[in-house]
């Protein structure tokens, strides 16, 4: 049976919960951002009354304009250990109605994910229990995993080259091979504990 004090500190969270949700009244938009560190949360809210304007990046307030005037215009602020430049457009499409269109480092969400998928690599695996997402940048070749940008060590072998890093205690490299086809270039395969992890799509 829970003790008395633990009964207390979950009311305690769903009084914060609540709070929360009632901030979120003038909630207009929520994107998920996948970046190199993790998959990030922006949530935006604007009072079209008051023109208020909030930025919530995973949860955290980034930007907090109470009375604004101008009810379109643009809000600019970073995202993730990266600092991708982020910025939401608020344009005014008829009478009160208002568009809200997110872009990343001066793309459209939808272009920067189509250029980013061919740009890096991502794979979605579980180690003893624990979700790990190991992203390869393929044009610095870095590798980050559950936020966390890995040391690395590459080398060169028969048919292409291994970047060679460890998730806990496990052995982890990232084999590139030509696909001997222009169109295609370079095959990025991870291997885990000498199994093969299938990419994951984002």
Not at 170 to 192: D, F, M, N, P, Q
Request: aromatic letters at 8%; a negative charge.
């Amino acid at each position: 049976m829970a003790s008395r004090e633990e009964i207390t500190v979950s009311e305690d969270e769903v009084r914060s919960r609540y709070s929360y949700l009632e901030k979120m009244t003038d909630l207009v938009a929520v994107w998920e951002v996948a970046l190199s560190d993790g998959v990030h949360k922006i949530e935006f809210e604007h009072g079209t009354t008051s023109g208020k304007r909030v930025v919530y990046v995973d949860g955290k307030e980034e930007i907090r304009k109470e009375w604004m005037f101008k009810l379109v215009g643009k809000e600019t602020f970073n995202v993730g250990a990266s600092k991708t430049k982020a910025t939401i457009n608020i344009d005014a499409v008829s009478g009160f109605a208002y568009e809200y269109t997110l872009e990343i480092n001066g793309k459209s969400l939808k272009k920067y994910m189509e250029n980013r998928s061919k740009t890096t690599n991502t794979w979605i695996l579980s180690l003893g229990g624990k979700d790990y997402r190991v992203v390869l940048e393929k044009d610095t070749m870095d590798v980050w995993c559950n936020g966390q940008k890995m040391e690395t060590v590459g080398e060169f072998v028969e048919d292409g080259t291994e970047t060679h890093f460890s998730v806990g205690d496990h052995g982890c490299y990232i084999k590139a091979v030509s696909s001997g086809k222009r169109k295609e270039g370079i095959i990025h395969t991870l291997i885990v504990d000498d199994r093969e992890i299938p990419e994951a799509v984002e």
